[in-house]
């Protein structure tokens, strides 16, 4: 194949993601991640992802994609903003994160996800290809990196210096041989706001480095236990994840509101009583909602830890 026709596929390519409502499309070279091993070997001795046992599961899988897709020469990553003004607030006044709203975002994904290989598949032949959002053994965040969806922030997300970092990812691993795009450069410089504006402590000093098992996000929704009363006074009333970070991130106010039917809210939250609501009422509300994966168990679990906060 010609570089011309390398290059014309690969336009027609992000055209089309374009055109399915994703907002950005950015193409990496499918490789063995050397420095992104190393780091990830750390991160896990470390103990950072807590009862997240699954992040040492497939660890040679997870750094090269190669491994995953039987002569993957690309991986196309995308992303699709969900910003909001606001989180939702339930009827106690505790928070929900903003991607949490709407519709699961794993599944609006990778809908889309679906349309795009399908008509790869009519234009190019039967390729071999897995799709993710936010699932199986892929450093997204560092193919997000690689391709120049953004930099890794000191807050250990994605951000993009025209749309900051309210944004989900997902990931097309294929055997196309398609155009690279370049990484892009930091410019967290010397701004500290979201080390010091985490309340538990979850972000290394220095930054880009995240002890998850420390963060609201993983205490709120992976965290199986009773939340340990050493965070009482830290969990600024977040019920369901935390946008602490990304809310006072300086790039966020280049964030714009979302345009993505299945991501507005699915039900008026300032209505929501978990402590009260029934398995059969929260069924119906979250079926398709991020929420069902803390389970009305764990929402009532985090409702009342934080509602002996309110009451001190």
Same mark, same amino acid.
């Given at each position: 194949?010609?570089?011309?026709?390398?290059?014309?596929?690969?336009?027609?390519?992000?055209?089309?993601?374009?055109?399915?409502?994703?907002?950005?499309?950015?193409?990496?070279?499918?490789?063995?991640?050397?420095?992104?091993?190393?780091?990830?070997?750390?991160?896990? @001795?470390?103990?950072f992802q807590g009862e997240m046992s699954y992040m040492a599961n497939h660890f040679e899988l997870r750094v090269d994609p190669r491994k995953i897709v039987d002569g993957a020469k690309s991986v196309i990553c995308?992303?699709?903003?969900?910003?909001?003004?606001?989180?939702?607030?339930?009827?106690?006044?505790h928070k929900i994160a903003r991607y949490a709203k709407g519709k699961d975002y794993h599944k609006v994904l990778r809908k889309k996800l679906k349309i795009l290989v399908n008509w790869l598949k009519i234009e190019?032949?039967?390729?071999?290809?897995?799709?993710?959002?936010? @699932?199986?053994?892929?450093?997204?965040?560092?193919?997000?990196?690689?391709?120049?969806?953004?930099?890794?922030?000191?807050?250990?997300?994605?951000?993009?210096?025209?749309?900051? @970092? =309210?944004?989900?990812?997902?990931?097309?691993?294929?055997?196309?041989?398609?155009?690279?795009?370049?990484?892009?450069?930091?410019?967290?410089?010397?701004?500290?706001?979201?080390?010091?504006?985490?309340?538990?402590?979850?972000?290394?000093?220095?930054?880009?480095?995240?002890?998850?098992?420390?963060?609201?996000?993983?205490?709120?929704?992976?965290?199986?236990s009773e939340i340990p009363t050493e965070y009482e006074s830290k969990m600024e009333k977040w019920v369901f994840g935390c946008d602490i970070c990304q809310e006072v991130c300086p790039w966020n106010r280049f964030?714009?509101?979302?345009?993505?039917?299945?991501?507005?809210?699915?039900?008026? =939250?300032?209505?929501?009583?978990?402590?009260?609501?029934?398995?059969?009422?929260?069924?119906?509300?979250?079926?398709?909602?991020?929420?069902?994966?803390?389970?009305?168990?764990?929402?009532?679990?985090?409702?009342?830890?934080?509602?002996?906060?309110?009451?001190?």
């Amino acid at each position: 194949m010609s570089n011309l026709q390398k290059s014309e596929r690969t336009t027609a390519i992000k055209q089309m993601a374009l055109s399915l409502g994703f907002d950005d499309i950015r193409i990496a070279k499918a490789e063995f991640m050397e420095q992104e091993a190393r780091r990830l070997d750390q991160w896990l @001795s470390k103990g950072f992802q807590g009862e997240m046992s699954y992040m040492a599961n497939h660890f040679e899988l997870r750094v090269d994609p190669r491994k995953i897709v039987d002569g993957a020469k690309s991986v196309i990553c995308l992303a699709i903003g969900y910003g909001s003004a606001d989180p939702g607030v339930d009827a106690n006044g505790h928070k929900i994160a903003r991607y949490a709203k709407g519709k699961d975002y794993h599944k609006v994904l990778r809908k889309k996800l679906k349309i795009l290989v399908n008509w790869l598949k009519i234009e190019y032949g039967d390729i071999a290809h897995r799709i993710f959002v936010d @699932s199986g053994p892929v450093l997204e965040r560092d193919w997000a990196r690689r391709s120049g969806l953004g930099w890794v922030g000191k807050n250990t997300m994605i951000i993009h210096p025209k749309r900051g @970092s =309210y944004f989900f990812l997902a990931e097309i691993i294929c055997d196309l041989a398609l155009d690279y795009d370049p990484p892009i450069r930091d410019y967290c410089g010397t701004c500290t706001r979201c080390i010091d504006a985490c309340p538990t402590n979850a972000i290394d000093p220095n930054g880009y480095l995240m002890d998850g098992s420390k963060c609201i996000s993983y205490l709120t929704i992976e965290y199986k236990s009773e939340i340990p009363t050493e965070y009482e006074s830290k969990m600024e009333k977040w019920v369901f994840g935390c946008d602490i970070c990304q809310e006072v991130c300086p790039w966020n106010r280049f964030s714009e509101q979302h345009q993505e039917a299945d991501f507005f809210p699915l039900v008026n =939250y300032q209505e929501i009583n978990w402590v009260e609501m029934s398995e059969e009422e929260f069924s119906e509300y979250f079926v398709h909602s991020p929420i069902k994966r803390t389970g009305l168990a764990g929402m009532k679990r985090n409702s009342l830890f934080l509602s002996r906060r309110d009451r001190l």
